[in-house]
């Protein structure tokens, strides 16, 4: 399991390198229930639309298809026929054309979570934005870290929340065209208990992933 993450800005109140630790909460989550092995995380990708921001690094989506390809065919080389890629950022658009340039090749390789996943999980845990409205430094992510990483939210995501769902031009004009703060969604919902039984949700809706990668008599995902 490859988690993917980003380093970029997120609020006051959450680390640059949230969407890399929401992503390695997921993959342990993961194999704390299923036998698979976890790969350190990228790090740094793909967050062009949060630009605007002092301390967001970005990569281009030519280098983080490369590197998680390059890593695929490195696994490969060792007996490992199966990769997920835990993806923590929205903006990673490429990792879908990265699996689905695997799968075609004949390589077992699933991209993780779907949004469907997703809409479990927040319906599972109670989380009351959308997934719409939740888009950057919200309910889901505050609470996941709430829960997995508390040391790392500062105080003020209690009166953080800021909603802007109408964001057609959000390649065009990045994300500071639509907020001044950086937090798009309801931060302030956010709960340990809900991140706790998000990332439960997650590791059951992995089940099938793991049965379809596995399924051929892989030695590991």
């Not at 469907?116 to 409205?133: F, I, K, P, Q």
């Not at 919902?189 to 809706?205: F, N, Q, V, W």
Request: glycine residues 8%.
């Amino acid at each position: 399991m490859l988690p993917v993450g980003s380093f970029e800005q997120h609020g006051a109140f959450l680390p640059l390198a949230t969407d890399t630790l929401v992503a390695c909460a997921i993959a342990r989550e993961i194999a704390d229930a299923y036998p698979v092995h976890l790969l350190p995380p990228v790090t740094i990708s793909c967050s062009h639309e949060h630009a605007a921001w002092p301390g967001t690094v970005s990569i281009s989506s030519v280098t983080l298809h490369s590197v998680v390809r390059d890593i695929a065919d490195s696994l490969r080389r060792s007996g490992v026929e199966a990769l997920v890629v835990v993806n923590g950022h929205g903006g990673n658009y490429v990792l879908g054309n990265v699996v689905q340039e695997a799968s075609a090749r004949g390589e077992r390789m699933a991209l993780f979570p779907a949004a469907e996943d997703w809409e479990t999980a927040r319906e599972r845990a109670g989380v009351r934005t959308s997934l719409l409205t939740d888009m950057h430094a919200g309910e889901i992510e505050t609470s996941i870290l709430l829960h997995a990483h508390p040391e790392m939210v500062r105080a003020g995501y209690e009166k953080a929340d800021f909603v802007a769902d109408d964001r057609r031009h959000l390649l065009t004009s990045g994300m500071s065209a639509y907020t001044e703060s950086g937090v798009i969604g309801r931060p302030s919902l956010g709960t340990p208990e809900k991140g706790k039984e998000l990332l439960a949700s997650l590791a059951d809706s992995f089940a099938p992933y793991f049965s379809l990668l596995t399924s051929a008599g892989t030695a590991g995902a």
